[in-house]
Nanobody, 120 residues
Framework: QVQLVESGGGLVQPGGSMRLSCAAS????????MAWHRQAPGKGRELVAL???????NSTDSVKGRFTISRDNAKNTVFLQMNSLKPDDTAVYYC??????????????WGQGTLVTVSS
């Protein structure tokens, strides 16, 4: 059994900052790429940022220079530091991880999602 548990989220004013965390736990053999997606009200889900096991990162253009993805491999945790937040960043944020379980089964796992609301 593998699960991803997110923390962080909530209400923040425009221009503010927030940090999301997501910890993977369970019968994990290894974790490859980790990522954050988001889904804004009435819109489809989009990739926000990803980080490989080697630390290579990429992010969508709309968050470049404002959001930073990082990970702590020892703790199986991925972070999303969000600065200069805008109302358009309001969304449910989901973490994902490409995990090989101890059964040697490899699949993408999703967190339950955490709501980030940017509003004054």
């Amino acid at each position: 059994q593998v699960q991803l548990v997110e923390s962080g989220g909530g209400l923040v004013q425009p221009g503010g900052s927030m940090r999301l965390s997501c910890a993977a736990s369970g019968d994990i053999l290894s974790i490859n790429t980790m990522a954050w997606h988001r889904q804004a009200p009435g819109k489809g889900r989009e990739l926000v940022a990803l980080i490989t096991s080697g630390g290579i990162t990429n992010s969508t253009d709309s968050v470049k220079g404002r959001f930073t993805i990082s990970r702590d491999n020892a703790k199986n945790t991925v972070f999303l530091q969000m600065n200069s937040l805008k109302p358009d960043d309001t969304a449910v944020y989901y973490c994902l991880a490409d995990i090989v379980a101890t059964t040697n089964l490899r699949k993408w796992y999703w967190g339950q999602g955490t709501l980030v609301t940017v509003s004054s």
